[in-house]
Structure formats: C-alpha cells, structure tokens
C-alpha cells in the first residue's frame, strides 16, 4: 500500500541519526589536542539525545577551540574573539525551541569575554556552555591567559607569569542566578561523555570547563595529573553522576558531593592539589530569562506580519 507523503517525511524525521550525521570536514587541531576528544564527546551526545542538525547550533568565538562549529554538520557560527555568549544569547532569544551549544576558550571567555560570561551566568539561558581550558592562547601561538597557573613561561611572560590563575569555577559559583557548573577533563573520554550530556540536560545555562590539552605550547602541564590518577577526585551522588566499575578501578579517589551544596561546591572547586572531575553545583529551580521574557512569543510568521503592518501603518499617508 502506497504511503502517504506525510507519512514518510515523519518516517524520515524520526529515523536514528548516526555519528556521521553530526561529522564535518576533518579537524585541523594537532595531534594529541584535547579538543578532538570534545568534539568526539559531543558528537556522540548528539546522536544519543537524537538531536535534529537543523534543531542545533554551536556558536564560538575566535581560537584553535573556536574552530569547534566548522567540525558539527548542524547550524554554526564561527564568530568574534570573545563574543561567543552574547551571540548565543541572541539566539535563543529569537529562537528559544534550538539547541544552542557554545565553545569557548579560556582567552574567549575569561579575558576579553569575561564581561560577558558573567552577564550570561546571571541571565541563565536554557544554553551549554563548553569552556576549553588549556590555559594558554593556543591558536595565536603561546601568550598567558587569566588561567596559565602562575610562574607559566609564554611569549608573553618570558620569566614566568606573574599572576595567580584565575579559578573558572570559583568565579563562574560566586556569580548570582548561578544553577550548573561542572568539570571535566580531556583524558577520561567516559566521565567526559556522562558530563557533557547532564550539562544538556540541565534546563538552564551549564558551564562546564573542560581540562583540555594543549601538546603544542604546553606539552608538560597536565603530566601530574596524567601521571598520577590519584590527583583526580570523581564527583559522584545520587542526585549526579555515578562511577563506572572499571573506571573506580583506576581513579580510587571519589568524593560524594551534593550537587545542591553550593558552599561545599567552593569548596571544593578551590582544591589547588588535585582536580575535582563531576558535577559540583546544580540548581534546577533557578528561571531560564527566555521564559521569563516569553521569548520566541511573536516569531509565528502570523504575528511577524501583523507587527510589520502595524509599524508601517504608522507611516501611511492617507490617499484622497
Ligand atoms: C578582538 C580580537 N582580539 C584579539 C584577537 C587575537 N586572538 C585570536 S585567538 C586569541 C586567543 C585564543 O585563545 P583561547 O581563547 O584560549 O583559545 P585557544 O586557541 O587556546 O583554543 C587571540 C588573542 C582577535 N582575533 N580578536
Ligand atoms: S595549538 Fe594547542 S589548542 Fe591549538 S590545536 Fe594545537 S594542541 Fe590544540
Ligand atoms: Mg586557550
């Protein structure tokens, strides 16, 4: 019996997209850069959330990890250095029903951006947020960011950096309407995965800064983690993400952490000896702005048009 043609568009809309389906181009970062394992992780989010490509946008600024929208077969925008967040924002804005990922760097976001990571923090749109923390401006190859650890020899900073880092986490816990924050690292592609996809989950504006590799300019800074599984700390509680068999067998330092706690979640985001890994604060009460604004609300072609005719009507000269 012949199918109606509804029918097989709605066959076609539902059917399982695969990983392909969200692959473009060939990433041009280097070999070892801890953004290939990003990209993987959420490539994978994508088709196991069934996100729709043309339902999904990733917006960056400008950065080796801003590079990120170019390697999504979804909608992307490639933007201006430090930018990423208000573009985001806007988006959501106008169109509250997309999927709206940002990747970010930690020269994007915590130097020339920073004004606009806090705003975006207390607005708490419904939008994840990627921040790629290899502590160094990658792609203009090798100056200090807000978050190169002290003493960090740059380009920039020949006799070391002067400053103390600055803590994403800290920073991202201290500001008001604050409701996810999470960190995960590059190198345990199964933790990785498990917190990017809880980041999506979250109704609200998910910050998770990601410890990722930079073999290029700072091929030693991660060694001591790397080397020593036991300077890693994995987040876990019922009400967040749980520990896999094989993975505890390796990292036996596991933390139970309250995601609702937000004064142990400073706490513990301040730990300068070993690198927490989890989910450390999540508030799902905190309003999304595009919902208290009632976004999207007069974007039906009906109402755009009524608007347009409205606006014009101002400006009509009555014939005689
Ligand atoms: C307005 C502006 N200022 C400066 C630059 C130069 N610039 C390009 S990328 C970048 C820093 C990139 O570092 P980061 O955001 O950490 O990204 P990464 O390359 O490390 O992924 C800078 C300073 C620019 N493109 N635009
Ligand atoms: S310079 Fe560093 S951040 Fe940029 S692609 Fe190479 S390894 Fe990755
Ligand atoms: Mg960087």
């Not at 990433?27 to 290939?36: I, K």
């Not at 946008?57 to 250095?81: E, L, N, Q, V």
């Amino acid at each position: 019996m012949n199918q109606p043609a509804t029918h097989c568009l709605l066959e076609l809309y539902n059917e399982r997209l695969e990983l392909e389906d969200y692959q473009s181009g060939v990433p041009r970062w280097c070999t070892g850069c801890g953004d290939n394992a990003i990209l993987t992780a959420v490539q994978r989010l994508c088709r196991d959330e069934g996100l729709r490509p043309e339902k999904t946008a990733f917006i960056s600024g400008i950065g080796c990890s801003s590079r990120f929208p170019h390697y999504m077969k979804t909608y992307g925008f490639h933007g201006i250095h430090g930018r990423a967040l208000p573009v985001a924002e806007g988006l959501k804005m106008a169109r509250p029903d997309l999927n709206v990922f940002v990747n970010t760097g930690d020269g994007d976001c915590c130097s020339i951006g920073a004004a606009h990571w806090i705003h975006a923090v207390r607005y708490n749109m419904n939008i994840t947020v990627f921040l790629h923390d290899n502590q160094i401006y990658g792609l203009t190859k090798m100056q200090a960011s807000p978050t190169s650890p002290i003493g960090t020899k740059t380009n920039t900073t020949p006799r070391g950096s002067y400053l103390e880092a600055l803590n994403p986490l800290t920073v991202t816990l201290g500001i008001a309407n604050v409701s996810f924050v999470a960190q995960a690292v590059d190198w345990i592609p199964e933790s990785l995965y498990d917190i990017v996809k809880a980041a999506f989950r979250h109704r609200g504006f998910s910050f998770v800064r990601i410890i990722q590799r930079c073999p290029e300019w700072l091929p030693k800074l991660t060694d001591p983690w790397l080397h020593d599984p036991q300077r890693v700390v994995l987040l876990k509680h019922q009400n967040a993400l749980r520990v896999g068999a094989e993975l505890g067998k390796i990292y036996r330092n596991q933390l139970e952490h309250d995601p609702s706690d937000i004064d142990r979640a400073r706490e513990i985001a301040s730990d300068q000896e070993r690198v927490p890994v989890g989910i450390l604060y999540h508030d799902p009460s905190v309003p999304c702005y595009e919902e208290t604004r009632h976004a999207g609300a007069l974007r039906t072609p009906e109402q755009i048009r009524r608007g347009l005719e409205a606006e014009f009507d101002k400006y009509a000269i009555e014939a005689r």
